[in-house]
C-alpha cells in the first residue's frame, strides 16, 4: 500500500517532470520521506486526462527502476510520446489531470472466465499479438467480461472475438491514485 502522503508526492513528481521537459518552473519535490513501498519496483502507467478525456497514457508492465524514476520517465512519454496524439504544450500543462497506477506482479489464468472486470487488469497475448487494459478501463466505460475483451482483442489488432480461441491471458490488479478534479 502506498500512504495518501506518498501519492501526493509521487503525483508532484510527475507533474512537474512534465512541467521541468516544457521547460516551465516547477516544484522541488523532495523524495527523502517516501515510505519503502514507494521506492520498490513495479510496473507504471501515467495517465492524463485534459476534460475527462483521455490525453495520453503510457507505462510498462514490469520495471527495475524504483517507483520514483519509472515516473519521471513514464510522465514525459505520456506527455510527448503517446502516438495517438500530439505532444502536451505549455498552455495545457495546467489542464491536465494526471493519474498514477501501480501494477501488481501479473499471473497467468487459465481461462478468460477468472477474469473479475473491475478488479482485474488483463493482458491478452495471442501469437505476436498483445494487448493490455488496466483495472479502471473497462470499469470507466460500463464493459461487461465480453466488451471488455472485444476491444482488448481490437487494440492488439485481432479481430474483436479474437480473444474466444488460442489466446493467453493474465491478469493484475493496481493501485490507483489521481489529482483532485
Same mark, same amino acid.
Given at each position: 500500500?502506498?500512504?495518501?502522503?506518498?501519492?501526493?508526492?509521487?503525483?508532484?513528481?510527475?507533474?512537474?517532470? @512534465?512541467?521541468?521537459?516544457?521547460? %516551465?518552473?516547477?516544484?522541488?519535490?523532495?523524495?527523502?520521506?517516501?515510505?519503502?513501498?514507494?521506492?520498490?519496483?513495479?510496473?507504471?502507467? @501515467?495517465?492524463?486526462?485534459?476534460?475527462?478525456?483521455?490525453?495520453?497514457?503510457?507505462?510498462?508492465?514490469?520495471?527495475?527502476?524504483?517507483?520514483?524514476?519509472?515516473?519521471?520517465?513514464?510522465?514525459?512519454?505520456?506527455?510527448?510520446?503517446?502516438?495517438?496524439?500530439?505532444?502536451?504544450?505549455?498552455?495545457?500543462?495546467?489542464?491536465?489531470?494526471?493519474?498514477?497506477?501501480?501494477?501488481?506482479?501479473?499471473?497467468?489464468?487459465?481461462?478468460?472466465?477468472?477474469? %473479475? @472486470?473491475?478488479?482485474?487488469?488483463? %493482458?491478452?497475448?495471442?501469437?505476436?499479438?498483445?494487448?493490455?487494459? %488496466?483495472?479502471?478501463?473497462?470499469?470507466?466505460?460500463? +464493459?461487461?467480461?465480453?466488451?471488455?475483451?472485444?476491444?482488448?482483442?481490437?487494440?492488439?489488432?485481432?479481430?474483436?472475438?479474437? +480473444?474466444?480461441?488460442?489466446?493467453?491471458?493474465?491478469?493484475?490488479?493496481? @493501485?490507483?491514485?489521481?489529482?483532485?478534479?
Amino acid at each position: 500500500m502506498i500512504p495518501t502522503h506518498d501519492q501526493e508526492q509521487l503525483l508532484g513528481l510527475a507533474r512537474a517532470s @512534465i512541467q521541468s521537459h516544457l521547460g %516551465l518552473p516547477h516544484s522541488h519535490i523532495d523524495l527523502s520521506n517516501l515510505s519503502k513501498a514507494s521506492h520498490s519496483t513495479s510496473g507504471v502507467f @501515467i495517465t492524463l486526462k485534459k476534460a475527462g478525456e483521455l490525453r495520453g497514457c503510457i507505462g510498462c508492465i514490469q520495471s527495475t527502476d524504483a517507483i520514483p524514476d519509472s515516473i519521471r520517465i513514464f510522465s514525459q512519454k505520456a506527455a510527448f510520446e503517446d502516438s495517438r496524439f500530439s505532444p502536451v504544450t505549455d498552455s495545457e500543462i495546467d489542464d491536465l489531470t494526471i493519474s498514477i497506477s501501480l501494477l501488481t506482479p501479473f499471473r497467468s489464468v487459465k481461462s478468460y472466465e477468472d477474469i %473479475l @472486470i473491475g478488479r482485474h487488469g488483463v %493482458l491478452l497475448e495471442k501469437g505476436n499479438y498483445s494487448a493490455l487494459f %488496466l483495472p479502471k478501463i473497462a470499469q470507466e466505460q460500463g +464493459w461487461d467480461r465480453d466488451t471488455t475483451l472485444n476491444h482488448l482483442a481490437q487494440k492488439a489488432g485481432l479481430p474483436s472475438d479474437g +480473444w474466444q480461441a488460442d489466446c493467453d491471458f493474465q491478469i493484475f490488479e493496481s @493501485i490507483d491514485f489521481s489529482e483532485e478534479v
